[in-house]
């Protein structure tokens, strides 16, 4: 258990900013934007993040300054994460974590260049959250709770935690319950069926899991329990194009087609009437 955080002073970056969002939403104490001291780097109850030239959990000590040049790009961030034993799992469900750790370790033009991006194009991902967040992150010596950016770094930290633990139990629930049914031309749809236990958001995951199971290249639909009804939603896996939902918007049982052609909702609860509709919007 620790009492404090201590984070370097001066700019702030998005790394030093989530990792500290994690450790508040994790233990709830406050943070210390100044050089640890000695004692600091000893004391196992502060928590000492991107700054001090140490990893070492014992005494949750979590810089990476230290690491060789060519070390593998990994920030505090990731090591907090390395902490909290989810690591593995936010890399493989959070897509923007391995460009937060090159963008943190490498700069711009190197995550540019290993993005295979323009230099420029790194620039336009900046976002005024991102701005004031990290200007008003860096412009206090400490944050502590009630504060309003405490509370939102600790909204962000508990949201990131549910997300990625939330989405290893989910995977584990979809590989007892998912179907994927065999299409014309060679082609799959994923369909989830109705249970006791789905969540608000019944097609939460599904995409994961296709990759999970390592069918990205066989998938083109994903067939599930319509949220706002009793029926289904169908929609493209990965946006492929050849299903286009349009071609089914005439039919009886369909309430809704997108004009665009991703995504329809039926009120069918049949598998064969289903399976007719996906076949129907299949176009390739």
């Not at 100044?34 to 004692?39: L, Q, V």
């Not at 976002?127 to 944050?143: G, K, Q």
């Not at 665009?260 to 129907?280: D, N, P, Q, Y």
Request: proline content about 4%; some cysteine; overall charge negative.
């Amino acid at each position: 258990m620790i009492d404090r955080i201590v984070v370097h002073p001066g700019g702030a970056h998005k790394d030093d900013f989530l990792a500290c969002a994690l450790l508040v939403a994790e233990y709830g104490v406050s943070i210390l934007r100044r050089e640890p001291t000695e004692d600091d780097l000893g004391d196992p109850r502060v928590a000492v993040v991107d700054v001090g030239l140490e990893w070492d959990e014992g005494k949750m000590n979590f810089d990476h300054h230290q690491f060789p040049r060519d070390a593998e790009p990994m920030c505090a961030l990731s090591l907090v994460l390395k902490h909290l034993g989810i690591y593995d799992e936010a890399l493989k469900f959070c897509d923007w974590l391995e460009v937060a750790e090159w963008m943190d370790t490498r700069g711009p033009v190197d995550t540019a260049a290993w993005l295979g991006v323009d230099r420029e194009a790194m620039g336009k991902l900046n976002s005024p959250i991102d701005i004031t967040l990290l200007r008003r992150f860096a412009a206090r010596v400490e944050h502590v709770q009630g504060e309003p950016l405490y509370e939102v770094m600790k909204m962000i930290g508990e949201d990131l935690l549910g997300y990625v633990r939330g989405m290893k139990d989910r995977l584990e629930y979809l590989s007892g319950v998912v179907q994927f049914w065999e299409m014309e031309g060679g082609k799959k749809a994923l369909f989830l069926p109705r249970t006791e236990t789905l969540p608000d958001e019944p097609s939460m995951g599904l995409g994961r899991y296709v990759e999970e199971v390592g069918l990205e290249e066989e998938v083109v639909a994903m067939v599930y329990p319509d949220r706002r009804g009793v029926g289904y939603g169908m929609s493209r896996f990965n946006d492929d194009k050849r299903m286009e939902y349009t071609r089914v918007e005439g039919e009886e049982d369909v309430h809704f087609a997108h004009k665009k052609g991703f995504v329809a909702k039926t009120s069918a609860v049949g598998e064969v009437r289903l399976r007719e509709l996906i076949e129907m919007a299949w176009q390739g």
